[in-house]
């Protein structure tokens, strides 16, 4: 069964710098089969893990929808989405990677999008661990079917308007009624240690602190170069600080046992 680690929070916020460590951390230290899931269309997730997706799930559905009658003959549709979902899977030494992109819209084929919600539950399953890189609105996280969240990561600024808009960020996901076991708060881009007024936010809004990421000059220096983030050095105080949450929260087991 898979442990899926979901990562959420607005834009700017270092959830992308978290989720790509996190994953080549438990790639590299586990040796167990791990998914990235980009679920933002805006992340480029697979650009900080250094690689490139072609295609996302959004211009499969897309295709499909424009091609439904033009289907190859003798090719049910459950095969026909198969076929397609496994060639937008970008397979990695130590993880593979698929990207969401748009989420369905009004206008999508229901039939489609029910085949599509299946297969991709049964495709994460296939997982040991499984990393989603989520939108704040968490609309491909509330679009999932039986598959629940074990830990969710909500990612912060360090700025009382960042802290209190990871308040709301998990109030929606009670109010999706998300099946998320258990949500904590991260704070990035930290310098001096976090304030204690920022503490005590969360605490006043009962949310977990998980810990803080402190401001990373490697960090930039990546970005600016267009170098993949899960490359960052060991010594790099953002790699250090998300391997120790990752350690805390999630059971690692050393690679081959």
């Known amino acids: 069964m898979s442990y ?3 990562v959420a929070g607005k834009g700017g916020t270092g959830k992308t710098t978290f989720s790509s460590i ?22 480029n997730l697979d650009l900080a893990l250094g690689t490139r997706s072609e295609k996302t799930i959004g211009s499969v559905r897309e295709y499909l929808t424009d091609n439904i009658k033009n289907m190859p003959a003798g ?11 496994q060639q937008a899977l970008v397979e990695e030494k130590g993880y593979d990677l698929i990207s969401m992109g748009r989420p369905e819209g009004p206008g999508c084929y229901c039939y489609l999008n029910s085949i599509f919600r299946r297969y991709l539950d049964i495709m994460t399953g296939h997982y040991d661990y499984v990393v989603m890189d989520n939108e704040a609105g968490m609309e491909h996280l509330s679009r999932r079917t039986t598959t629940g969240v074990d830990i969710m990561f909500i990612s912060s600024d ?12 998990r109030d929606l996901a009670r109010e999706l009624k998300l099946n998320i076991a258990r949500m904590a ?4 881009r930290v310098r001096n240690g976090l304030p204690d007024n920022l503490r005590a936010i969360a605490e006043e809004g009962n949310l977990e602190l998980a810990g803080a990421v402190p401001d990373d000059d490697m960090v930039r220096d990546f970005d600016e170069a267009g170098k993949a983030l899960s490359d960052l050095p060991a010594e790099s105080p953002a790699r250090l600080a998300v391997e120790e949450i990752i350690a805390s929260y999630v059971k690692v087991p050393e690679a081959g046992k």
């Not at 080549?24 to 933002?40: P, Q, S, W, Y």
């Not at 360090?158 to 960020?169: D, F, M, Q």
């Open 22 to 43: 996190c994953v080549d951390f438990l790639a590299r230290t586990t040796g167990k089969a791990v998914l990235a899931v980009d679920a933002d269309s805006n992340a």
């Open 75 to 85: 090719m049910s549709k459950d095969a026909w989405v198969e076929m397609l979902l």
């Open 185 to 188: 708060l991260v704070v990035s």
């Open 4 to 6: 899926v680690i979901a």
């Open 158 to 169: 360090p700025t009382v308007r960042g802290v209190e808009t990871a308040l709301r960020i």
